[in-house]
Nanobody
Framework: QVQLVESGGGLVQAGGSLRLSCVAS????????MGWYRQAPGKQREPVAA???????NYTDPVKGRFTISRDNDKNTVYLQMNSLKPEDTGVYSC??????????????WGQGTQVAVSS
């Protein structure tokens, strides 16, 4: 059974930093693409950052240059380093991975999320 457990959220002032962690069990993340999503109050969940099995990273434009996604396959953990935080970064941050079966159907796995609140 795949389980993703996030931690590291909290309340921080604008300009501050947080480091989120996502520990996976039931899978070896070394063979999975991993991602972070966030859901702001009253808005839909959106992708924030992703890292492929090979280590290639991608970011949504609003966080480029401020956030860094990384992975430690030995610890089966994915991180999201968030610097220069802004109030608009507030939301619930969730870890994600997925697999695709031979018919092309995608199965997503989500953590419970960790709350990030940035005060102005």
């Amino acid at each position: 059974q795949v389980q993703l457990v996030e931690s590291g959220g909290g309340l921080v002032q604008a300009g501050g930093s947080l480091r989120l962690s996502c520990v996976a069990s039931g899978i070896a993340i070394s063979i999975y693409d991993m991602g972070w999503y966030r859901q702001a109050p009253g808005k839909q969940r959106e992708p924030v950052a992703a890292i492929t099995r090979g280590g290639r990273t991608n970011y949504t434009d609003p966080v480029k240059g401020r956030f860094t996604i990384s992975r430690d396959n030995d610890k089966n953990t994915v991180y999201l380093q968030m610097n220069s935080l802004k109030p608009e970064d507030t939301g619930v941050y969730s870890c994600n991975t997925y697999h695709t079966d031979p018919l092309g159907r995608r199965y997503d796995y989500w953590g419970q999320g960790t709350q990030v609140a940035v005060s102005s």
